[in-house]
Nanobody, 123 residues
Framework: VQLQASGGGLVQAGGSLRLSCTASGRTFSSYAVGWFRQAPGKEREFVCH????????AHADSVKGRFTISRDNAKNTVYLQMNSLKPEDTAVYYC?????????????????WGQGTLVTVSS
């Protein structure tokens, strides 16, 4: 499966963005998907994941209550709605898929990665 992340950009603190991760190739609805981010000079970190059906999600404590992951399997797309953005959310955001129905917080457990989309939050 091939993943294409989009929707990044420059936004002021307190603003919102919606990222999309669109898949092509195999049946996307059988894959769990995660979002990760990497800020300059920092390790890649888990943001959230969603199971294959969309019925189960998990979010990192740092984004809980502000970010929401969802998916539309008919469109082969996973979304990351980001609200109340903070400067510390600035990073390249990556979507990843794994050929299991449930997600993981570990980046190494994902088989496929998108190219990343840059989110910059100004103060």
């Amino acid at each position: 499966v091939q993943l294409q992340a989009s929707g990044g950009g420059l936004v002021q603190a307190g603003g919102s963005l919606r990222l999309s991760c669109t898949a092509s190739g195999r049946t996307f609805s059988s894959y769990a998907v995660g979002w990760f981010r990497q800020a300059p000079g920092k390790e890649r970190e888990f943001v959230c994941h969603i199971n294959s059906s969309g019925g189960s999600t998990a979010h990192a404590d740092s984004v809980k209550g502000r970010f929401t992951i969802s998916r539309d399997n008919a469109k082969n797309t996973v979304y990351l709605q980001m609200n109340s953005l903070k400067p510390e959310d600035t990073a390249v955001y990556y979507c990843a898929a794994r050929s299991l129905t449930y997600g993981s917080t570990w980046a190494s457990r994902y088989d496929y990665w998108g190219q990343g989309t840059l989110v910059t939050v100004s103060s």
